[in-house]
């Protein structure tokens, strides 16, 4: 009895949220997304970077809606990196007949910190159907010179020897 009254109970909270959150890995190459945005409702998700670094290629974002109401129903999109909240609304909406098409693109970045994609769509009145794809690549860790560690190896084998002849001439 307990069980389905906390089956209840969370599927009670679900129903409620208006807010649909979700998580993802990056991964080397094509990552992207689809989803269904819904009127009054907003969509995140939050991209996992593990610690590695990578460079973020353009995220390329397209909506696609029935009726004349999809032109002007167009979700704002907020990217979320390092802290940093930046909002984007410059789509190129093509009608075709009783279709709508909208095209977003956004600059990429380099981040090795997780960054959230959301897509706000509070003021919708119509079903749309969004994608977005982005390419990652990782970005390989700096490589210390040869020459410099060579330095580096020269310069403490002479810092050695010069407190062994100290401690030498002190006995």
């Known amino acids: 009895m ?11 909270v679900a129903t409620v949220l ?3 959150s979700q998580a993802a890995t990056v991964t080397t190459g094509l990552n992207s997304d689809l989803e269904t945005l819904r009127p009054t409702d907003s969509y995140a998700e ?8 990578y460079a973020i290629s353009t995220i390329s974002f397209t909506v696609n809606g029935t009726g004349a109401l999809a032109a002007t129903d167009i979700p704002n999109v907020y990217v979320s990196v390092d802290g940093k909240e930046t909002e984007y609304n410059n789509w190129t909406v ?3 007949g009783s279709q709508t098409i909208g095209y977003l693109f956004l600059e990429g970045f380099t981040t090795s910190s997780d960054f959230t994609i959301t897509m706000d769509y509070k003021s919708g009145s ?25 330095i580096l190896l020269v310069s403490a084998l002479a810092g050695l020897g010069a407190a062994a002849k100290r401690r030498r001439n002190k006995a």
């Open 94 to 96: 093509v009608p075709f």
């Open 126 to 150: 119509t079903v749309l159907l969004a994608t977005y794809a982005f390419t990652a690549e990782e970005v390989p860790l700096p490589a210390v010179p040869v020459p410099a560690a060579g």
């Open 18 to 20: 208006p807010f649909a």
């Open 2 to 12: 307990i069980m389905k009254m906390q089956i209840l109970a969370a599927a009670a």
């Open 46 to 53: 939050t991209w996992s970077t593990n610690g590695n670094t």
